[in-house]
């Protein structure tokens, strides 16, 4: 079966349908549609990834008529994830594949439902008759490192923090990241790691800040790394802790110790998928209690890593 499937978004957003397509090796032939950097980390899964942003996919979005065929011509299933609320993007595809059934559904899940988002595509996928398991999709994603177990064969000798997101409503203010990095670098458990504070795009106009800030607690600043570079980083590290964000949802699927600040956003819904997650969904202003909480979550960590023979 040759199936299409297309889901843009953000990085988040992309990896949500990395529990289906595990799932799914082996049991058909996809082409997955996504936007870059979702795409880079999602293609070793499919049989072919192409880009949304390349050529001839805005077909998809115009309001006449199209004498031009998508770069995707022939497809025995067609599933989108779109909020296509007059129907134009599920009419263009079906007079792109005339006999073919095509499947769109809404991007996400609705608020109200108290159901990840990685479940409710892989759920989609399964309404629109692909042979996934959305039982096994769960448990495999919380069971074991989805985007390979490379954390579990590295030196661990750093902690990695991402104070932002792309979403500012999202964050916590860059001062608690400064006051959590001091505190970490106090805890006996911790000693001797390297401490690394990742910065995107989104975080440029808070470089100064933090490179001023991490003078005295020597630590270092990794702006904007290339995905292997990231991974790299990633997978070298015995905790990373960041907001609700596309590299946090890396890091738990790298299997590396992750704990998760969700502030605004559902964590029921966005949840970081992996196998050594902590979740804190607190938007209190009271940020001494909000450390409290993750000094508590690092240890737990910290201790379970031990445990296992894993630590450095």
């Known amino acids: 079966m ?12 992309t990896l949500m349908v990395l529990p289906a397509l595990a799932n799914l090796a082996g049991k058909a032939s996809i082409t997955f549609v996504a936007r870059r950097p979702g795409l880079d980390f999602v293609s070793p899964f499919v049989h072919r990834g192409l880009d949304l942003e390349g050529a001839g996919w805005h077909r998809l979005f115009l309001d006449s008529p199209d004498e031009y065929s998508l770069p995707v011509s022939r497809a025995d299933l067609v599933v989108a994830f779109f909020s296509d ?35 409710y595509i892989t759920d989609c996928l399964k309404e629109a008759g692909l042979p996934v398991d959305p039982e096994k999709s769960e448990e495999n994603a919380v069971g074991r490192p989805l985007l390979g177990d490379i954390a579990s064969h590295a030196v661990r000798n750093r902690i990695v923090l991402h104070p932002g997101s792309g979403d500012k409503e999202k964050n916590h203010p860059p001062g608690f990241w400064l006051k959590l990095l001091e505190g970490l670098g106090q805890k ?14 989104a975080e440029e106009n808070l470089r100064p800040f933090f490179k001023k800030g991490l003078k005295s607690l020597d630590a270092k600043i990794c702006f904007c790394p290339e995905n292997d570079l990231l991974t790299g980083i990633l997978s070298k590290a015995a905790l990373y802790i960041g907001h609700d964000s596309g590299i946090t949802h890396v890091a ?12 605004e956003s559902n964590a029921n819904q966005w949840g970081p998928l992996g196998p050594d997650v902590r979740v804190i969904q607190d938007n209190n202003t009271d940020y001494y209690t909000l450390i409290e909480k993750v000094f508590k979550a690092s240890m737990d960590i910290r201790n379970s890593s031990i445990s296992r023979g894993v630590s450095p």
Do not use: W, Y
Request: proline letters at 10%; charged letters at 15%; aromatic letters at 8%.
């Open 2 to 13: 040759n199936v299409l499937i297309i889901r843009p978004g953000a990085l988040g957003d």
């Open 85 to 119: 609320e007059t129907g134009r993007i599920r009419q263009k595809l079906k007079s792109c594949f005339p006999n073919v059934p095509v499947h769109v559904f809404p991007s996400f899940p609705f608020e109200k439902e108290n159901m990840h988002a990685a479940r």
């Open 188 to 201: 006996a458990a911790f000693q001797g790691l390297t401490h690394v504070v990742l910065l995107g795009p």
């Open 252 to 263: 738990a699927m790298l299997g590396t110790p992750t704990i998760a600040l969700f502030k």
